[in-house]
């Protein structure tokens, strides 16, 4: 692969992402098009990746939800194929939009809670700032319509998905994948084992919050918050954030 058939591709990523910051879905578009067209005879993993998720997220910004599906599904199975974790979770995460966008709550819940799961797994690094912001904004519609009980249960389930399972599920848009949410009756704690700062993180877990997302909503480090969720989980008798969200859920009624 000669230096110049690499460089012209990455010249038009470029010029393509600079359009979609000023606004230009079309001109972006061509930009990413045309650049994938050059990628068809170069082994270059992740500008084809890049390219095919520009296109996915500029139909999805356009109203274009089957060609939206079609380039993100495309560009999933090309990071799995490459071995790219982050690029799986950045791609899950876009199909978790994508969900959202065709009113399917439930699965754009699980599908961000697996997305966000797979990045905590990877350490802090891959969690840029607003990522829990960005998750908020995300949920937030599917809170309005299923409220919140639903939704922290549907997100615990996502964030207990393997990568695996959530790429199966991801890529299985018309075999619906439904779980029991009603998780039966547990041993519930008393309130008082918690201190007041752990009962707050606890009520921001039943809210379907990752950690990131917990430290910058208390402005404390991802690392202190982690640490609660660790004593919660220790406190309680818990395994899984789940159990704690159900938990949290059963004290409010009570």
């Known amino acids: 692969m000669s230096t110049n058939h690499w460089a012209a591709p990455v010249a038009l990523i470029g010029l393509a992402q600079v359009a979609w910051l000023r606004g230009d879905l079309a001109e972006a578009r061509a930009h990413y098009e045309r650049a994938l067209d050059m990628l068809q005879d170069i082994t270059a993993h992740w500008q084809a990746i890049t390219c095919l998720s520009g296109l996915g997220r500029i139909a999805l910004a356009q109203g274009d939800l089957p060609t939206a599906r079609g380039r993100l599904i495309e560009s999933l199975r090309l990071c799995i194929g490459t071995g790219q974790r982050l690029g ?12 959202l966008a065709e009113e399917d709550d439930r699965r754009a819940v699980r599908l961000a809670g697996a997305s966000a799961a797979i990045r905590s797994a990877m350490g802090g690094a891959v969690l840029p700032p607003g990522f829990g912001a960005r998750m908020e904004e995300l949920l ?38 439904e779980t029991p949410l009603l998780l039966g009756k547990q041993a519930v704690a008393p309130m008082t084992t918690l201190t007041c700062r752990e009962w707050e993180i606890a009520e921001l ?50």
Do not use: C
């Not at 799986?88 to 939009?97: D, M, P, S």
């Open 205 to 254: 877990i039943a809210r379907g919050m990752s950690n990131k997302a917990i430290a910058d909503e208390l402005v404390i480090s991802p690392a202190t918050a982690a640490r609660h969720v660790a004593n919660i989980l220790a406190k309680l008798g818990f395994s899984s954030r789940t159990q704690v969200a159900t938990w949290v859920i059963e004290q409010n009624r009570s």
């Open 140 to 177: 937030q519609p599917a809170r309005v319509r299923l409220g919140d009980a639903l939704v922290a249960q549907l997100w615990a389930h996502g964030q207990e998905m393997s990568q695996e399972q959530a790429v199966r599920y991801a890529l299985q848009f018309d075999e619906p994948y």
């Open 88 to 99: 799986v979770a950045r791609r899950i995460e876009t199909l978790a939009q994508l969900a």
